[in-house]
């Protein structure tokens, strides 16, 4: 496809500079969701028994962390957009692996204030007793601040990557872009439980969260000798520039680039708020599924995050969003190449296509009675859908924006997301106690307890998606570029 255009364009053969920045991308969100991944893989298993948590103590601190990420993301995006992809970039993965590093503090300190000398003589202290209590709540409270700056430094990689890709890529190869970058966040997932849960056990967990939190270091070195815009960059011969180019003209592009849109002026355009939307009712399904699945497996079935049937349980499950959410980011070009549509018609057609998928979530307790593969199956089927989804639906920025303001849409969407991950995260340790306190009073489709508790979140899951594609449809339902 590139050659021909260069061909057709009288051009040299085009170079492919594109996809190298894209992989950079892809190795940032696999970094990004790495670091997240640390505390839900370790937090049952190692965490807990040390500070004595409870599902609700868990469920706080990740809540707390949506909550502030969403706060965050609001003006995220505006910071990227002022400084620009490549400095802002820096400075958020930055922010995020000091925050990652500073987790494996979180223990000495508690220590140092309740004035014990060892792991074991925490661990030790009797569950439910005032001490313990106490070393529950220091120890989440250190944990929620190093969780704060995380989601600080986090909150930039979503708007800078969908900025990047909108500098980088036609309109028409977005989508398939943000797929394969995106699809970081799955593989990120996947090498999660194979390595994250073995550091702990081999080093503690302090050293899962040192040596995780190391890598982003490493890439920003990569990041500041290889990035610049694709007009700027020495790697980017005219035949690729006129690629990138090709849906805008020069007097376009350079207003594209040079004015902005007024923060506040942002939310007076429904294309805004139904990428709010599109946000806010699925974003919490993803961090469900992903701040929640390791302690399911070992709450439902008894296999720990270290075990090997544990980790071959979270492998399959993100294998199967690696695999699927790359084609899903595919379909929509399909749609514009081979069926002449518009670039928003084929996303909304893909995305909807995508929306039914989750309904599956419905059928994971049920089929779990038989075998804990079915829920890993079913939710690595509901979480490629999302992350296909979630390609389609960032890409409508680029459709609608000028590049320009694509980066505070996006910190604005995400902010909506957060708020929903919060809800969806917070409530679900809060009812998964109070559902395991009740035991058979609980009940809910024919579980009683913390599975009638799951079963309720399942079906939330389920039919979020279709619920936020009709009413952005009803918000924006055909193509309008907004015009500055």
């Known amino acids: 496809m590139t050659d021909s255009y260069a061909i057709n364009n009288g051009t040299a053969r085009a170079t492919n500079w594109r996809w190298v920045i894209c992989s950079l991308l892809f190795f940032a969100t696999t970094i990004n969701y790495l670091d997240r991944q640390v505390l839900s893989l370790t937090w049952k298993d190692f965490i807990a028994p040390e500070f004595h948590w409870s599902d609700a103590d868990y469920g706080r601190i990740t809540g707390f962390f949506s909550l502030f990420y969403a706060g965050v993301s609001l003006f995220a995006g505006r910071f990227i957009d002022w400084l620009g992809a490549r400095k802002g970039y820096l400075w958020a993965i930055f922010i995020w692996s000091l925050a990652a590093v500073m987790h494996a503090g979180c223990g000495w300190v508690t220590m140092k204030i309740e004035g014990l000398d060892s792991v074991e003589a925490l661990t030790a202290v009797k569950s439910g007793s005032a001490l313990a209590l106490s070393i529950a709540s220091i120890s989440v409270w250190l944990f929620l601040g190093c969780r704060a700056v995380l989601a600080l430094g986090e909150s930039g990689n979503f708007p800078a990557a969908i900025k990047v890709t909108a500098l980088y890529f036609p309109k028409k190869d977005r989508a398939f872009a943000t797929a394969v970058f995106n699809s970081g966040a799955s593989v990120g997932a996947l090498a999660a439980p194979l390595c994250i849960p073995v550091l702990a056990r081999a080093f503690g967990w302090e050293m899962a969260f040192v040596i995780i939190g190391a890598l982003g270091f490493v890439w920003m070195g990569f990041w500041n000798f290889m990035y610049a815009r694709p007009d700027e960059s020495r790697h980017v011969n005219k035949a690729e520039l006129a690629y990138i180019q090709q849906d805008e003209t020069e007097k376009e592009i350079v207003k594209e680039e040079t004015k902005t849109i007024p923060f506040w002026k942002c939310f007076c355009y429904r294309q805004t708020w139904a990428f709010i939307v599109g946000k806010a009712f699925t974003d919490g399904v993803w961090w469900f599924f992903l701040f929640w699945a390791p302690a399911y497996f070992s709450d439902q079935f008894g296999y720990a995050t270290y075990t090997p049937m544990g980790q071959a349980l979270i492998f399959v499950l993100y294998l199967i969003v690696t695999v699927l959410s790359i084609a899903g980011g595919y379909l929509p070009k399909i749609f514009v190449d081979r069926m002449g549509m518009n670039p928003y018609a084929g996303r909304m057609r893909a995305m909807l296509i995508f929306a039914f998928v989750p309904i599956l979530a419905l059928f994971a307790q049920p089929l779990g009675v038989y075998s804990a593969w079915w829920p890993a199956i079913i939710i690595g089927l509901a979480g490629a859908a999302h992350q296909a989804w979630s390609a389609n639906l960032y890409s409508t920025i680029g459709d609608m924006f000028p590049t320009s303001t694509v980066a505070s849409i996006v910190g604005i969407g995400t902010m909506a997301g957060g708020i929903d991950s919060y809800l969806i995260n917070q409530g679900s340790g809060l009812l998964f106690d109070h559902a395991a306190s009740l035991g058979d009073a609980f009940t ?25 594609w009709c009413v952005m449809k009803l918000l924006v339902p055909r193509y309008k570029k907004i015009e500055i």
Do not use: D, E, Q, R
């Open 444 to 468: 809910f489709f024919g579980f009683s307890g913390k599975p009638a508790g799951y079963m309720i979140v399942f079906c939330i899951c389920a039919v979020s998606y279709l619920l936020a």
